[in-house]
């Protein structure tokens, strides 16, 4: 997929009789996904007709999915969203635009490669490969600055870490 494409739930089942689908959102919020004009499946756009949040998930009514056969056949896809779609907040990134970045601490020493984000609770946690595992809360805190044109995250770390 094109980096204009960014992977955003999968599709887990169907959900009754009409043709809706269940997506499982890989969003902050399933609500991401609703407000969306289309999610593209296999590369090629499909205009959401409706969709709402169950349960943590989204119930979708895709266009050209009229009964659970058509949607039977969607079940284990990857959905994707266009960048162009969203407008995030203003100090807000991708995931996917913050992995691979170089992580620094406040002196400028390289502390290694952003890997991976988790999300255990509420809050994020960035993990960094470097000469050790460092695993970072993404709060301000100790997120000083990111910089994805620059290719870098800036951080304080704290005794113990």
């Excluded at 050209?64 to 949607?71: I, L, N, P, S, Y």
């Excluded at 991708?94 to 502390?111: C, H, S």
């Amino acid at each position: 997929m094109s980096d204009q494409l960014l992977e955003c739930g999968k599709i887990v089942n169907t959900h009754g009789i009409r043709g809706e689908v269940k997506i499982q959102p890989w969003a902050d919020s399933p609500e991401v996904l609703c407000a969306l004009p289309a999610l593209y499946i296999d590369g090629t756009p499909v205009t959401l007709r409706s969709a709402r949040v169950h349960k943590g998930n989204v119930i979708a009514l895709l266009d050209g999915v009229t009964d659970v056969e058509q949607a039977m056949l969607l079940k284990n896809k990857v959905v994707w969203l266009n960048r162009e779609d969203l407008d995030l907040p203003e100090g807000s990134f991708f995931l996917a635009d913050l992995m691979g970045l170089r992580v620094v601490d406040e002196a400028g020493r390289e502390l290694g490669v952003l890997t991976d984000v988790l999300s255990p609770s509420r809050q994020q946690v960035y993990v960094v490969q470097g000469e050790r595992e460092l695993m970072i809360p993404a709060v301000p805190e100790f997120i000083l600055e990111t910089n994805v044109a620059g290719g870098y995250i800036k951080v304080r770390l704290i005794e113990g870490m």
